[in-house]
């Protein structure tokens, strides 16, 4: 099955670098990897052929003795460039809107970080420490303190604090003991509400392994769900752990919005699957119901492109007249 995870967040929050190192961690752990960036950059030098070429044609093709790549001069959508590439992992970086994946959400400490949540997180990663050094040690009084381990007494804005901190005003992540927080809230138990965080506050006890570790509250989703589960806090270190999660929860719904599954939409279907309520199996269009043969030979598809095979052909095919569903035969 094809494994698809995003990886979000704002600016300088550290999302190349860790799409980066867990292309490595995942490649060295015998997988083929892909990576699509969303960029809102244009993608050629001006003045280079391919560009003087795009301006009189939509598509230009390049190939030379190291790369090769082809040029759309528009904008296509995530299931268009997907079949192109040969991976059995695909890191997808930016892309904040797209809903039929888990997400690795990357905070930068903030309090819009909040709008990263929409029930497809999978984990939460601490914000790069800051130039010149960040946590460790002891932090009487840090009014950003990033990823502080030790004592913190009266951090305003501390995003990871581990050791004790008893009066947080705008906790984004606590480490250590998060009790259930109330129906509907982020956070909770024995910390005390954050005033403008997404989460944390109260006490926290010394985090796993260098200022990471313990859990992240996020708030509820659009909708009303995906709030309140703990999810794993991670430092931007713990590239392991993170490629661990990958392997074990990446997927990708086919964007259709069938309703086969039993769900208006891929992403409800999402949602089910990351809070575990729901299988991929479940997705009756990823259900490996097309084969292709080749001079008699079965051609091997994943479950992904045979899902696209088999709705590109079913959406030329059905609104011809003579169409009925049934069992489809076509030999070129
Ligand atoms: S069956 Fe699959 S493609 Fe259809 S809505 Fe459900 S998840 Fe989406």
Redesign the pocket.
Known sequence: MLKVVGIIGYKNSGKTTLARALARELTSRGHEVAVVKHTSHHLDLPGKDTTTLGEAVGQVGFISLQESGVFWKRPLSLENIIPYLEADIILVEGFKTEK?FPKIVCLRGEPDDRDLFDGLAICAILPPPAPGGAGGGSNPSPSQGVAGGGSNPSPSQGVAGGGSNPSPSQGVAGGGSNPPPAPGGAGGGSNPPPVSGVAGGGSNPPPVSGGAGGGFNPPPAPGGDGGGSNLPLLGQDEVGRIADLVEEKAFK??????????????Y???REIVAATGS?E?????QPATEVRIDGQPMPMNSFIS?IVRNTILGLLSPLKGFKKGKIEISI
Do not use: I, K, R, Y
Request: one cysteine or more; glycine letters at 12%.
């Open positions: 039929t719904l086919p964007n259709l919005d069938c309703g086969g599954c039993g769900h208006e939409t891929c409800d279907m999402a991929v479940d997705c009756v269009s990823l899902s």
